[in-house]
T-cell receptor
Framework: GAGVSQSPRYKVAKRGQDVALRCDPI?????LFWYQQALGQGPEFLTY????????KSGLPSDRFFAERPEGSVSTLKIQRTQQEDSAVYLC?????????????FGQGTRLTVV | EDQVTQSPEALRLQEGESSSLNCSYT??????LFWYRQDPGKGPEFLFT???AGEEKEKERLKATLTKKESFLHITAPKPEDSATYLC??????????FGTGTSLTVIP
């Protein structure tokens, strides 16, 4: 596609509910990143993939967060048993290959509100 | 610990009034420093990548510079459409990215 696509754009979840957020990267992009952005803050790194391999998940805040990219293209970020502190915008970014210092392009984000 | 600090948090300029945004960083090994623009409700939009001290890049009214400790984003004769939050990020040798909290720029006609 022309850009990074994320769905849904908005998600309201009841506390304790599981959610799944989807990211479609730019076609051919090897590297894919997930970030969490709280209101008024910069994006905070969650995890990143090179193709289907999850090379770094050090930013995932708890074991309730899980990300996958099984075929090296579309990625899903899953949050189990959502809590109010999970409310944030979740951004996905992709780049041709982060190891080559190529810039990353961001999607519009998914705004998650846990009530 | 790698981190990025941006200043000021907010900046109001009259149209045509040039200024600079600052990004100070500490990083174990710098692979690149990135500037992004973010409009409300949108994802960050890529502006520049800088790789080494002394490097400069320009795009329209924006110019980014890099030293060993900080980067500046210079805005020359800004227009109202330049109003946005400007984010700085560093990439370390482990391919981890650290963002600052951004500078919210408002340009008044």
């Amino acid at each position: 596609g022309a850009g990074v696509s994320q769905s849904p754009r908005y998600k309201v979840a009841k506390r304790g509910q599981d959610v799944a957020l989807r990211c479609d990267p730019i076609s051919g992009h090897v590297s894919l990143f997930w970030y969490q952005q709280a209101l008024g803050q910069g994006p905070e790194f969650l995890t990143y993939f090179q193709n289907e391999a999850q090379l770094d998940k050090s930013g995932l805040p708890s074991d309730r967060f899980f990300a996958e990219r099984p075929e090296g293209s579309v990625s899903t970020l899953k949050i189990q048993r959502t809590q109010q502190e999970d409310s944030a915008v979740y951004l996905c970014a992709s780049s041709l290959d982060v190891t080559l210092n190529i810039e990353a392009f961001f999607g519009q984000g998914t705004r998650l509100t846990v009530v | 610990e790698d981190q990025v600090t941006q200043s000021p948090e907010a900046l109001r300029l009259q149209e045509g009034e040039s200024s600079s945004l600052n990004c100070s960083y500490t990083v174990s090994g710098l692979r690149g420093l990135f500037w992004y623009r973010q409009d409300p409700g949108k994802g960050p939009e890529f502006l520049f990548t800088l790789y080494s001290a002394g490097e400069e890049k320009e795009k329209e009214r924006l110019k980014a510079t890099l030293t060993k400790k900080e980067s500046f984003l210079h805005i020359t004769a800004p227009k109202p459409e330049d109003s946005a939050t400007y984010l700085c990020a560093v990439q370390n040798t482990g391919n981890q990215f650290y963002f600052g909290t951004g500078t919210s720029l408002t340009v008044i006609p």
